[in-house]
Each structure stands twice: as structure tokens, then as C-alpha cells.
């Protein structure tokens, strides 16, 4: 089956700084990259995805790009605030697959 | 109106109990899911329902059920519950594996 592992873990940014959170996937395959943000006691929601026919998705402040051939990508967010403050999975998925498959998370941590 | 909804948003039980929660969702979505988040975060899949079709994850003990009544339900039922049990269940749904999730609120049960 599909592995995702990401990184880092743990991410603290000054407001207005950007971050960036890596995610790899393990199955050639994989066709489909959303990326969700979960804040505190709430559920996860769908930030924006990608699939594996573009490179680089941009919605404002938030961009995702796709590496096929290094089986990577990327979530950025620009000019943080601190309402970007939150755990961000990263998900991979393939055409026929049963579910989305999900990184171990990445706590985002913004300082006003 | 809620587009996946759960019930309940917690729940404390005594070890050894069973327990039930539920899931709708009004999106017209063909599939359902049903995730395990652990105090660490991880977003763990237990089972996958589509059109009809159960998929189980082999690592889910069988005191876990599923069942679904129709397409737009998909509620889980927990026989002899053990401590390790205790965690937030969060069920979603989706057009297909292959597309973005919409996630319900989550059901934090801990039990004693």
C-alpha cells in the first residue's frame, strides 16, 4: 500500500513569514495530493489538492506543488497570520484505491 | 445544515461496554469512511464503504462493526471497549477514494 511520510513535525514561523511542509509518497501510482488543515478541537478540512497532470496549484495565500519523478510535493503558505496556526496533513491517493492515505501531520505554529 | 454529521461529540464509557456512533451525510457522496486519530495525531483508516462494497482494514479488531443502512449512513458499532480504544473517530465522505474528503465533526471517546 501507499506511505506517506512528512515533514517536519513541528513548525514555528514569525506572522508574515512563510512556511513550507514536505510530504513524500511511496506508490508511482498515486495520482492525487490533497492537503487538509485541522485546528484545534475541530475537524480536518480540505485546504486545496492537486493532481498529478499539473505541477503547481496556487488559491491566494497557499500554493502546492508536485514533484512525479522525486514522488514529492509541497504545501506553501505565504504571509502568515496567525489564524494559519493548526495541524496540515498531507494525503495521497491513486485512481482504484480504497482511501486517501495521510501524513503523520505537521503542527504549524505561528508567532504574532 | 451540516454535511456530515456525528453523534454523538463525546463519549465516556466504562470499559467492557459497547457503544455505537453514527454518521450521515446529505452530499449525495457514494462512499464513506471512518478514521481513528490517536493522541498523536495520526489519521488512521478503519474502514472504507463504497456503493455498497465494506472494505476492512485487516488491522482493525473485528470488536469494531460498520454498518450502513443506505448510502447516506455509515455508523460504527464498538463491542467491549478497551482503554486503547480511546481516541477521536471521525467519519467522512467523499464522491471517491480519489477525491477530497468532507469530514464530520469527530467523536472524542474515552473510556474508563
Known amino acids: 500500500g501507499e506511505n506517506v511520510e512528512q515533514h517536519p513535525s513541528t513548525l514555528s514561523v514569525q506572522e508574515g513569514d512563510s512556511a513550507v511542509i514536505k510530504c513524500t509518497y511511496s506508490d508511482s501510482a498515486s495520482n492525487y495530493f490533497p492537503w487538509y488543515k485541522q485546528e484545534l478541537g475541530k475537524r480536518p478540512q480540505l485546504i486545496i489538492d492537486i493532481r498529478s497532470n499539473v505541477g503547481e496549484k496556487k488559491d491566494q495565500r497557499i500554493a502546492v506543488t508536485l514533484n512525479k519523478t522525486a514522488k514529492h510535493f509541497s504545501l506553501h503558505i505565504t504571509e502568515t497570520q496567525p489564524e494559519d496556526s493548526a495541524v496540515y496533513f498531507c494525503a495521497a491517493s491513486r485512481t482504484g484505491a480504497n482511501n486517501l492515505f495521510f501524513g503523520t501531520g505537521t503542527r504549524l505554529t505561528v508567532i504574532p | 445544515d451540516t454535511a456530515v454529521s456525528q453523534t454523538p461529540k463525546y463519549l465516556v464509557t466504562q470499559m467492557g461496554n459497547d457503544k455505537s456512533i453514527k454518521c450521515e451525510q446529505n452530499l449525495g457522496h457514494d462512499t464513506m469512511y471512518w478514521y481513528k486519530q490517536d493522541s498523536k495525531k495520526f489519521l488512521k483508516i478503519m474502514f472504507s464503504y463504497n456503493n455498497k462494497e465494506l472494505i476492512i482494514n485487516e488491522t482493525v479488531p473485528n470488536r469494531f462493526s460498520p454498518k450502513s443502512p443506505d448510502k447516506a449512513h455509515l455508523n460504527l458499532h464498538i463491542n467491549s471497549l478497551e482503554l486503547g480504544d480511546s481516541a477521536v473517530y471521525f467519519c467522512?465522505?467523499?464522491?471517491?477514494?480519489?477525491?477530497?474528503?468532507?469530514f464530520g465533526s469527530g467523536t472524542r471517546l474515552t473510556v474508563v
Open positions: 467522512a465522505s467523499s464522491q471517491g477514494p480519489n477525491y477530497g474528503y468532507t
